[in-house]
């Protein structure tokens, strides 16, 4: 009322007309104020219609609707800490807790000038879940342990909660460096967790033994009394059994329709269970699980835009020097120019069939597409219609004339550039004619797509792990096409770890039974196109990779 009053002073002063026009605007863009009234709600269960499921058919699936007179937007906010905007009033959602579980829904209707009408009602819901796998592949049957896979990097790591499916599904904001935590008293308590899954009478069990410490997220240091400020290791009693639920999972990583960035389950710990750092939250979403590593993406309590990831491996966290290859049992320097040596390098020639990747090329032996050179080789991979295909290239390999078990592999390379190339440096299991790949084993070194540019990969190809499932990991390097990195690998009966310039970025823990206990042979080169090639460029005619030398230790 005061405002208004003010504006019809002001327009009874004739002198200040501009002032008036400029009030009146404003009074103009302030608008009325309507509270909405006459709130419904109706939620509607997938399947109810049938007599046999009067609490829905078991997906869990609810269609909700809320109307009221002069609402202009609608929020829910369901009791398992979810919301939803909705400006339409009718959304779906779906509810993964198995079992009949009643829930409260609060629906808050706003209309123009800020103000909301609520009304809360309650809706009984059945969920059906079930993922064999998930648990067969968690509990090994019986009981397995897991412990924080320290040596990778991203093993802890927290990134965005929200639509954006580019940066959505890992540690967009801040990834872990290999044993990052184990330098401090305030954070090592973090790789004491031993986090055991088992099946009791079929029901799926849960234990997190960590000796009493535990490494809390500093926005809730108060349930232990704690303000340091920053993340830090209390005393707390982790101890008792949890009951875990799995169920569909609902977030945006599953939005996304990419496959491979989620398996659809998430595990819910009863209790306020937790998976060893203590975020507020006991459901966790698995991205991806195998028999011996798991990742999993929780969202933060109290703060829905970050989510945490988590990344656990069946092997204890054991931080000591790897073993000491030092002693140099095989290399190619390529300071003699020429064709590559014969002693050390034999070539793939022709299509191979797009060599189970559907690549474009064809490998020559040709000195336009592989020769020594100044000190270094060179693989040029060239636009030309040769024997069928439009691009050629080279593919060397050690097969027959050096293979070899354990030990540390350095490349130092400069890799080629333009969309479609795919240059790799990589090892293959030498018994492959007669344990066909990939029972063989294949160890990707290095790998890299122009379509990526800067991007590089290191990989493990094994059964369960084949294809676009592989044991991957990947960092990126600014200038990888214009200055040489060394690219390394060191391998044992223990681990499997993946290098560039020094710095680790992948890990696996080796097992008896993986195939990366038997002899492997190097090979060099660049593909076109292909699965993970990609798209070739139009534009592209010819680029190179050039490796300063090849080295072996054991």
């Not at 026009?21 to 509607?44: M, R, W």
């Not at 198995?98 to 629906?107: D, E, H, L, P």
């Not at 100044?374 to 080279?394: C, D, H, N, P, R």
């Not at 030498?430 to 294949?442: D, I, L, Q």
């Amino acid at each position: 009322m005061k405002m208004k009053k003010f504006i019809q002073k002001i327009a009874i002063a004739s002198a200040l007309f501009v002032l008036f026009s400029a009030c009146q605007d404003d009074e103009h863009t302030f608008g009325d104020i309507n509270t909405p009234s006459n709130l419904q709600i109706t939620a509607v269960r997938v399947g109810e219609e049938n007599t046999d499921t009067p609490n829905g058919d078991g997906s869990g699936i609810v269609t909700f609707t809320a109307t009221a007179d002069n609402a202009i937007s609608y929020k829910y906010i369901f009791s398992d800490n979810t919301t939803m905007v909705v400006p339409s009033g009718t959304t779906e959602k779906r509810f993964t807790i198995n079992g009949v579980n009643t829930y409260t829904v609060t629906v808050l209707a706003s209309g123009t000038g800020g103000v909301t009408s609520s009304k809360t009602i309650e809706v009984t819901v059945l969920s059906n879940f079930s993922d064999p796998e998930t648990t067969q592949k968690l509990t090994g049957g019986n009981t397995k342990k897991w412990y924080w896979a320290a040596s990778e990097v991203g093993h802890l790591g927290v990134g965005p909660n929200n639509a954006d499916a580019n940066a959505n599904y890992y540690g967009n904001y801040y990834q872990a460096a290999p044993f990052e935590k184990a330098g401090s008293p305030s954070s090592a308590c973090l790789y004491e967790n031993e986090l055991t899954f088992y099946l009791d009478n079929g029901a799926l069990k849960y234990t997190l033994n960590n000796n009493g410490h535990t490494f809390f997220n500093t926005a809730f240091e108060s349930v232990v009394g704690g303000a340091a400020g920053a993340d830090n290791c209390y005393d707390f009693d982790t101890s008792g059994v949890k009951n875990v639920q799995l169920g569909p999972a609902n977030s945006f990583v599953g939005q996304n329709n990419v496959a491979g960035q989620t398996t659809g389950t998430q595990m819910t710990f009863s209790d306020n269970g937790f998976m060893g750092y203590y975020i507020g939250q006991s459901t966790y979403e698995i991205l991806s699980i195998t028999d011996n590593r798991m990742v999993v993406r929780a969202v933060m309590g109290g703060n829905e835009a970050l989510a945490w990831y988590h990344t656990f491996s069946t092997q204890p966290p054991v931080q000591s020097v790897d073993e000491n290859f030092t002693n140099l049992v095989w290399s190619d320097d390529f300071n003699v120019d020429g064709a590559p040596n014969p002693a050390n390098w034999n070539y793939d020639i022709g299509t191979g069939g797009g060599w189970g990747n559907n690549e474009v090329q064809y490998y020559t032996t040709d000195a336009d597409n592989v020769i020594v050179e100044g000190g270094v080789l060179k693989i040029k991979a060239k636009k030309e219609a040769f024997g069928g295909a439009q691009y050629t290239s080279a593919r060397l390999k050690s097969e027959n004339k050096f293979d070899f078990k354990y030990g540390k592999v350095e490349f130092r390379a400069k890799l080629p550039t333009g969309g479609g190339t795919w240059p790799a440096l990589w090892m293959l299991g030498a018994n492959y004619a007669t344990n066909s790949w990939p029972a063989c084993g294949e160890i990707d070194v290095m790998e890299h797509v122009g379509n990526d540019q800067n991007k590089i990969h290191a990989t493990l190809h094994y059964p369960g792990n084949s294809g676009g499932n592989g044991n991957t990991a990947s960092t990126t390097i600014p200038d990888v096409s214009t200055q040489f990195h060394i690219y390394s690998v060191i391998w044992s009966s223990a681990s499997i770890k993946f290098y560039v310039d020094g710095n680790l970025y992948h890990s696996y823990a080796n097992i008896a039974s993986s195939p990366f206990n038997a002899n492997f042979f190097l090979i060099m080169n660049v593909a076109m196109g292909g699965n993970f090639g990609g798209q070739i460029d139009p534009a592209f005619t010819q680029s190179t990779m050039e490796v300063d030398y090849v080295k072996v230790y054991q």
